[in-house]
């Protein structure tokens, strides 16, 4: 996947609105799907640094959660998913993470954390999957908000 294609697709997911139901409903779609496929992954839904929604499917552990922590770091300092920063970052010359001054302790750049962007608005939060590689990672998150959007406009 290349990294316009990526920032196409964040962009058409852009949502009308984001509140605790509709995290909710997020949440509950990813561990369904999560569920049903028996994968093995941690879910985390914020707004902001307020955690709306957590959750462990058999076979993750708490080594997940970091992961979600630093890819939602990630996510809120350059309002991009995780996975475009690393194919961003594999690109530019060597350095370039340390460049922004970024810790791995705290930031990493692997897929599976997405913004939640509102129109007009812009990134109010994150959306995070770990457990997987990063590209189905990824998937899993663009999957949900292209669902959540298709839900609000449902209702609409």
């Known amino acids: 996947m290349q990294l316009e294609e990526i920032d196409r697709e964040e962009q ?4 009308t609105r984001f509140d ?3 995290a909710w409903w997020l949440g509950c779609h ?6 049903a496929a028996g994968a093995p992954i941690a879910i985390e839904i914020r707004r902001a640094d307020t955690r709306l929604f957590s959750a462990l499917l058999p076979g993750a552990t708490g080594d997940n959660l ?3 922590d630093r890819k939602i770091a990630l996510v809120m300092r350059f309002e991009r998913s995780s996975y475009a920063m690393r194919l961003k970052f594999d690109a530019a010359p060597p350095g370039a993470f340390d460049r922004f001054g970024l810790d791995l302790r705290t930031h990493v750049a692997a897929g599976g954390a997405v913004p939640i962007r509102i129109a007009g608005t812009g990134v109010i939060g994150a959306v995070a999957v770990s ?7 990824h998937r899993y998150v663009i999957d949900a908000l292209a669902a959540l959007k298709a839900h609000q406009e449902a209702q609409a």
């Not at 058409?12 to 949502?15: D, E, I």
């Not at 990813?30 to 569920?35: A, V």
């Open 12 to 15: 058409a997911l852009a949502l």
């Open 20 to 22: 605790a139901e509709d």
């Open 30 to 35: 990813l561990r369904d799907r999560g569920t």
């Open 66 to 68: 970091g992961w979600i």
């Open 131 to 137: 457990g997987l590689a990063q590209e189905e990672d």
